[in-house]
């Protein structure tokens, strides 16, 4: 069994982090789970929270706002919509955020409407971080 595995974390505006991990701590939207070196393979979405990523005896934490998670045995990338590292974030970008979520939800009805309430909800959890 191999110790560490690739991590890869970028968002369309930079890449956050490319270095080898011994564990990742993933808020998916089906539930939160670690991947680890030898994961069996997962391809996933993201739900608003915070990715932990741990190498060595460092761990390093980002906001992420949604995107997809591919875990493999020997690497997890992550491509999502929105991130940046934990110590950037502050109130007012969670605010943003949580208007953003808003108003995309303002229009919607059904199962959409259901999904877009889901992640106001777990958008404006941010808040608790700053």
Do not use: C
Request: net charge negative; aromatic share 4%.
């Amino acid at each position: 069994m191999a110790n560490t595995m690739q991590f890869d974390l970028v968002s369309p505006e930079r890449k956050l982090a490319s270095l080898e991990a011994s564990e990742v701590e993933i808020p998916g939207s089906e539930g939160d789970f670690t991947a680890m070196p030898d994961h069996a393979p997962v391809l996933t979405t993201l739900r608003p929270g915070v990715l932990k990523v741990k190498a060595g005896s460092d761990v390093s934490e980002y906001v992420v706002t949604g995107g997809f998670v591919e875990v493999s045995g020997t690497a997890t990338s992550v491509l999502a919509e929105q991130a940046m590292p934990k110590g950037e974030v502050t109130r007012e970008i969670v605010e943003g955020l949580v208007a953003e979520a808003e108003e995309a939800a303002a229009n919607l009805a059904g199962p959409e409407l259901d999904l877009a309430n889901k992640r106001v909800a777990d958008t404006k959890g941010l808040l608790e971080l700053v």
